[in-house]
């Protein structure tokens, strides 16, 4: 998902994060039905004397609030480009930035691969003095395409005074 936050003559923002379908809430909700109908049955078998599978039934459901967590923790990974004046500035984190590399606007040039494969989603990457820095990993090949337009827009721009 690409959202353009502020673009006025000078400054544009590209802010990229990973599709989130669903909120934590709703994954909350998810899990503890799947829970519920897990140990249900758990505990119907239990009653017939099958006691084994109720351990075996809540590291199932621990499983999937686990694997719910981590994949959401993921798509929470956001990109931040800013092309300013004569500055390019990315930013990578999670809440706030865990990382951030400012480039020159004059030395950074912009690159994509886009393969003809349907299954590879084509590498986009800046890069400015003999370092690359890859962008939108969590993108699909359209949404890349569209990343790689709007940057080179905003690149190409030019403030005159």
């Known amino acids: 998902m690409i959202e353009v936050e ?9 802010v990229v994060q990973g599709n989130r379908s669903m909120s934590w809430r709703a ?11 897990c140990m249900g049955i758990a505990l119907a078998l ?15 459901v621990l499983l999937v609030v686990t694997c719910l967590y981590l994949t959401l923790r993921r ?13 390019v500035r990315l930013e990578w984190g999670y809440t706030r930035p865990d990382r951030v590399v ?3 606007r004059q030395w950074t040039r912009l690159r994509f691969h886009d393969p003809e494969s349907p299954f ?15 962008l939108g990993r969590c993108l699909n090949k359209e949404e890349k395409k569209t990343l790689h337009a709007g ?11």
């Open 6 to 14: 502020d673009s006025s003559g000078n400054r544009t923002r590209f």
């Open 27 to 37: 994954n909350l909700w998810l899990a503890a039905s799947l829970g519920a109908v």
């Open 46 to 60: 239990a009653a017939f004397g099958l006691w084994l599978v109720i351990p075996f039934a809540g590291a199932e």
């Open 75 to 87: 798509l929470s990974h956001k990109e931040v480009i800013t092309v300013e004046g004569e500055a």
């Open 102 to 104: 400012d480039l020159p």
């Open 120 to 134: 590879h989603t084509g590498d986009l990457s800046v890069a400015a003095h003999g370092r690359s820095y890859p």
């Open 151 to 161: 940057l080179a827009a905003a690149l190409a721009r030019r403030e005159f005074a």
